[in-house]
T-cell receptor, first 111, second 114 residues
Framework: GDSVTQMEGPVTLSEEAFLTINCTYTATGYPSLFWYVQYPGEGLQLLLKATKADDKGSNKGFEATYRKETTSFHLEKGSVQVSDSAVYFCATKTSYDKVIFGPGTSLSVIP | EAQVTQNPRYLITVTGKKLTVTCSQNMNHEYMSWYRQDPGLGLRQIYYSMNVEVTDKGDVPEGYKVSRKEKRNFPLILESPSPNQTSLYFC?????????????FGPGTRLTVT
């Protein structure tokens, strides 16, 4: 069945370091892909999305490119800040009403 | 302000004592869902509703009930909670089912069943 795999972490980085969180998916057809962010004590918020191959989603300095050939949607940021400390979820939407989430990656950024 | 609210935020209860977690959205969204979040498993969908009086099972519906009598409210009911339902629960809503419809999440309800 459809699934999402992502590195679970926790990931700890120093401020201004480069961030990559890997995400790969298994799905039939051409799913939409998402990254959600969950700050401590809060619900999930949509960070960025891409709806077709080679699309690049971007927001708040984060980017991810929909790579159909490698079934991947890796999240990147060039220079992380302490305020980026959160849990990041990769997700895919295949059928018209089903969103599948990865297990989440905890990121801690230290000054 | 557009938001999804849940109550209570924290709940500790005992096995078998019925409870309800409320969810309300003020965006006139048609589509609402309940998820549970467990370590290493991400979010799993419990139930969803596509409109008033229309509900359906998600991936992990056992032990839960829902109702959708009004568009804005989507309560989650645990008739006889068990310890394996200890989890973090999120309600979410979405305007519709198109690719551009963003899903909005509530702040979460942390439930402990002893």
């Amino acid at each position: 069945g459809d699934s999402v795999t992502q590195m679970e972490g926790p990931v700890t980085l120093s401020e201004e370091a480069f961030l990559t969180i890997n995400c790969t998916y298994t799905a039939t057809g051409y799913p939409s892909l998402f990254w959600y962010v969950q700050y401590p004590g809060e619900g999930l918020q949509l960070l960025l999305k891409a709806t077709k191959a080679d699309d690049k989603g971007s927001n708040k300095g984060f980017e991810a490119t929909y790579r159909k050939e490698t079934t991947s949607f890796h999240l990147e940021k060039g220079s992380v800040q302490v305020s980026d400390s959160a849990v990041y979820f990769c997700a895919t939407k295949t059928s018209y009403d089903k969103v599948i989430f990865g297990p989440g990656t905890s990121l801690s950024v230290i000054p | 302000e557009a938001q999804v609210t849940q109550n209570p935020r924290y709940l500790i209860t005992v096995t078998g004592k019925k409870l309800t977690v409320t969810c309300s959205q003020n965006m006139n969204h048609e589509y609402m869902s309940w998820y549970r979040q467990d370590p290493g498993l991400g979010l799993r969908q419990i139930y969803y509703s596509m409109n008033v009086e229309v509900t359906d099972k998600g991936d992990v519906p056992e032990g839960y009930k829902v109702s959708r009598k009004e568009k804005r409210n989507f309560p989650l009911i645990l008739e006889s909670p068990s310890p394996n339902q200890t989890s973090l629960y999120f309600c979410a809503s979405r305007a519709g089912l198109s690719e551009t419809d963003e899903q909005y999440f509530g702040p979460g309800t942390r439930l402990t069943v002893t």
